[in-house]
C-alpha cells in the first residue's frame, strides 16, 4: 500500500506534521521566552543575517553562475575550479561553487548549523564596555550582520581557494572554517550543531525522497575517503581555530576547559573525517594512512585545547621584554598552529604557479570554443607531472587514461572520464563553459570482450554537436582459444569490427558476423547469438568473444 505513488505526498505531510507537533510540546513545557532574550542580546531582532545572506551567496552562485537553474543536478563544474593562480575565475568563484546538487546541499546544511554559531560567539552587538551600537561602522548592528560577517566569510572562502592543493571547488573549507571558529569560542554548543545537522539532513532527505527503493547493481565508485578535500578541509579549520583564539583573547570572559575543547576538537574531527589521509597511485588507485590520520587528530585536538586554555603569563618569569620567553603561554600554541597551516598551504604555492602545457594533446580530438577534449591512455597528467616529490614510496607523477579535457587559456588539464568509468558506463557526458554559456561533449565506447585473455578490443568515440570522431582504437586482440590450429583474433576497425584467423598458412580477416549473416574464413563459421560470438568448425563450437554491456 505504501508504494502507491499517492502516499508520497502523506509521508512527507507525516514528517512535517511530527515536527510541528514536537516544537508547540516544547513551547509549552520550556517557554522558549529565555532562548528569545538571549538571541536578541546577541542577534539583530534575533535571527543570525549574516549566515543567511551567505547562505544566499553560495545558493547564487550555483543557480546562476555554473547554471544550476536549468540543470539543478548537472552544473556546470569544469571551469569554476581552482585550477591555477593563472586563471582568476577559478580561483576566485572554487570556494563558493559546488560540484553537484548533494555537494551543495550538503554544505549549505552545514552553514546553517555551524555558522550561527560563530556569528553567535561574534555577535551583531559590541560587547566592550562602554561601546555603543552605532558609535562606528564596525560596532553598527547592520554593517556587522549584513556586511561584515559576508565580508569575513568571503574573505576566508578565498583563502581556502589559494592555498587548497589541486583543483579543489566547494563551500566546505569555509564550513571548516565555520567549525573551528565555533569550536574555539562554544565547544559544546558546537558539538551539538554539528550533530544537529545530521537531523536537518535526515529532514531534507525525507522531504525529497519519501520512500527508497533499492536493488543491488554494480556500481562504479571509488573509496569515500578519496572524495575528500581533506587539505583544504584542514586549511579552513586552522583558519577558524586561530581566529577564534585571537577573539577570545580580545575578551575578558572566561575561556572553554582544555578538557571541554579537546573533547569537542576530537569528536569534530573523528566525525568529519579528517583521520582519512591519503595518497593516489595512479588514477584509480589510493593508499589510506589511517593509524597516521588519527594520531594527527588527536595531537591537533591537544594542541587547540592548551592553547585554549593557556594564561597570558610570559614563558618565563621575568623575562626582557621582547625576548623569546617573554611571549604569552597561549602565543606558543599558535605559533605551533602557524606552523601547521605554513605546512599545509606552503606546497600549493608553488602547484597553483603551474598551468596546462601547450603540447597538443595526442589523437584525435574535438573542440568546444577553448577547450579541447580527446582521449588518451596511459599518459602522463598534465598537471601533475609538471613537478615530483616523493615521501614513503609516493610519488606525485601519475600516468592517466580516460577522457581529457583541457584549455590553455584557463590553465586546465583534467581527466574528465577515467578509462575504466567509461568502461562502466559505456557513455558519458562532459559539461563544459563559462560564464553565460554552457556546451557538452559526448563520449561513447564500443567493444568486444576477447575471450581468456580478460581485455576487450574497443573503441572509443568523441561528440560535439554535428560533429563525431574516432578518438581511440586498441590493436587486435587474440582470443586464447585455438581452433583447428588457427589464433582467432578480434580487430577494431574505423567501421566496426573485424575476425582475423592466422596460421602458418597465413592470415585472413572478414567482418564481424551479425545477428542474421555468419562470417566463414579459412573453413571457419563464425555466427552471432545474443552478445556471444561463436567460432564454428565440423562440429566444435567455440565462444571467442562478447560484445560489451555497460550499466
Excluded: C
Amino acid at each position: 500500500m505504501l508504494d502507491i505513488p499517492g502516499w508520497v505526498p502523506l509521508h512527507r505531510l507525516a514528517v512535517v506534521f511530527a515536527l510541528l507537533v514536537a516544537i508547540g510540546a516544547l513551547a509549552l513545557v520550556d517557554r522558549p521566552n529565555r532562548l528569545t532574550a538571549t538571541l536578541r542580546r546577541r542577534f539583530l531582532f534575533g535571527v543570525p543575517w549574516g549566515t543567511l545572506v551567505t547562505i544566499g551567496g553560495v545558493l547564487a552562485v550555483y543557480l546562476f553562475l555554473q547554471d544550476g537553474w536549468s540543470s539543478w543536478y548537472r552544473p556546470i563544474v569544469i571551469p569554476f575550479r581552482a585550477w591555477s593562480y593563472f586563471y582568476p575565475l577559478g580561483m576566485l568563484s572554487a570556494p563558493f561553487s559546488h560540484s553537484s546538487a548533494g555537494h551543495l546541499v550538503g554544505n549549505l546544511i552545514g552553514t546553517l548549523t555551524l555558522a550561527p554559531v560563530a556569528e553567535y560567539a561574534l555577535g551583531h552587538y559590541p560587547r566592550r564596555r562602554g561601546s555603543t551600537s552605532f558609535g562606528s561602522y564596525r560596532t553598527n548592528p547592520y554593517v556587522r550582520a549584513f556586511l561584515l560577517f559576508p565580508a569575513g566569510v568571503f574573505v576566508v572562502g578565498l583563502l581556502t581557494s589559494v592555498f587548497a592543493l589541486g583543483p579543489v571547488i566547494g563551500f566546505s573549507g569555509v564550513v571548516f572554517a565555520f567549525g573551528g571558529f565555533a569550536l574555539v569560542t562554544r565547544p559544546i554548543t558546537t558539538i551539538l550543531a554539528l550533530f544537529s545537522g545530521r537531523v536537518v539532513r535526515l529532514f531534507y532527505d525525507a522531504m525529497l525522497s519519501p520512500e527508497v527503493t533499492a536493488t543491488a547493481r554494480p556500481v562504479f565508485s571509488t573509496p569515500w575517503w578519496a572524495q575528500i578535500a581533506l587539505q583544504g578541509h584542514a586549511i579552513g579549520l586552522l583558519f577558524g581555530v586561530m581566529l577564534g583564539i585571537w577573539v577570545l583573547r580580545r575578551r575578558d570572559g572566561p575561556q572553554p576547559t582544555a578538557m571541554r575543547s579537546f573533547a569537542a576538537v576530537l569528536l569534530f574531527a573523528v566525525q568529519e573525517s579528517m583521520w582519512a589521509v591519503y595518497w593516489f597511485r595512479g588514477s584509480e588507485t589510493f593508499v589510506l594512512f589511517r593509524a597516521v590520520g588519527l594520531a594527527l587528530v588527536i595531537m591537533l585536538a591537544i594542541l587547540v585545547a592548551l592553547t585554549v586554555a593557556s594564561s597570558n603569563r610570559p614563558i618565563r618569569a621575568n623575562a626582557p621584554t621582547g625576548s623569546v620567553g617573554s611571549a604569552h603561554r597561549w602565543q606558543v600554541g599558535i605559533a605551533v598552529l602557524l606552523l601547521a597551516t605554513s605546512a599545509l598551504t606552503g606546497p600549493a604555492i608553488p602547484a597553483n604557479m603551474f598551468t596546462a602545457a601547450s603540447d597538443d594533446l595526442p589523437g584525435e580530438s574535438v573542440d568546444v570554443r577553448d577547450y579541447e577534449i580527446t582521449y588518451v591512455e596511459d599518459v602522463p597528467n598534465g598537471l601533475t607531472a609538471a613537478f615530483d616529490i616523493e615521501l614513503f614510496g609516493e610519488s606525485t607523477t601519475t600516468n592517466t587514461s580516460g577522457v581529457v579535457v583541457k584549455s590553455e587559456q584557463r590553465g586546465i588539464w583534467t581527466t574528465a572520464v577515467s578509462k575504466n568509468r567509461l568502461a562502466f558506463d559505456g557513455r558519458s557526458v562532459v559539461r563544459l563553459g563559462g560564464v553565460g554559456w554552457r556546451d557538452e561533449a559526448v563520449a561513447a565506447r564500443d567493444g568486444y570482450v576477447v575471450m581468456g585473455t580478460g581485455t576487450s578490443a574497443y573503441r572509443v568515440f568523441l561528440a560535439t554537436g554535428n560533429e563525431t570522431v574516432l578518438a581511440h582504437k586498441t590493436g587486435p586482440v587474440q582470443a586464447e582459444p585455438v581452433v583447428a590450429g588457427r589464433n582467432i583474433s578480434v580487430v577494431p576497425t574505423d567501421a566496426g569490427y573485424d575476425l582475423r584467423v592466422s596460421s602458418d598458412r597465413g592470415t585472413v580477416r572478414g567482418p564481424m558476423p551479425t545477428a542474421n549473416v555468419s562470417t566463414t574464413l579459412d573453413d571457419i563459421r563464425f555466427v552471432r547469438h545474443e552478445q556471444f560470438v561463436f567460432a564454428e568448425h565440423r562440429g566444435t563450437r567455440v565462444r571467442v568473444a562478447r560484445e560489451e554491456t555497460y550499466n
